[in-house]
């Protein structure tokens, strides 16, 4: 079993910055690929990030591209999300989720086999 914590989420204006964490225990969080989903009220939950086990390759959806960084610490068991130059239709309950799988960058989400609980990011224009 793995339990994610998230936490940084809140409210921000247009233009600001906000970074996401998310706390992993359980198991060995270096074997784990990690990634950040998203979803809007009435909509979909959808694929923002993705990181591999060794933090050595990354993947973004076509959105957050150059205004969004994932990255991790194995040390500290954490993911990061690290969110510059938010804009209003970033608003969405944000989640972390692990994938036990070898290959990483997966974008849907039922190829992840843990997830935490959220966090709520509203941006106001």
């Known amino acids: 079993q793995v339990q994610l914590v998230e936490s940084g989420g809140g409210p921000v204006q247009a233009g600001g910055s906000l970074r996401l964490s998310c706390a992993a225990s359980?198991?060995?969080?270096?074997?784990?690929?990690m990634g950040w989903f998203r979803q809007a009220p009435g909509k979909e939950r959808e694929f923002v990030a993705a990181?591999?086990?060794?933090?050595?390759?990354?993947y973004y959806t076509d959105s957050v591209k150059g205004r969004f960084t994932i990255s991790r610490d194995n040390a500290k068991n954490t993911v990061y999300l690290q969110m510059n130059s938010l804009k209003p239709e970033d608003t969405a309950v944000y989640y972390c989720?692990?994938?036990?799988?070898?290959?990483?960058?997966?974008?849907?989400?039922?190829?992840?086999?843990?997830w935490g609980q959220g966090t709520q990011v509203t941006v106001s224009s």
């Open positions: 989720a692990a994938d036990q799988t070898i290959v990483a960058g997966a974008r849907r989400p039922n190829e992840y086999d843990y």
């Open positions: 990181i591999n086990w060794s933090g050595s390759r990354t």
């Open positions: 359980g198991r060995t969080f270096s074997n784990l690929n």
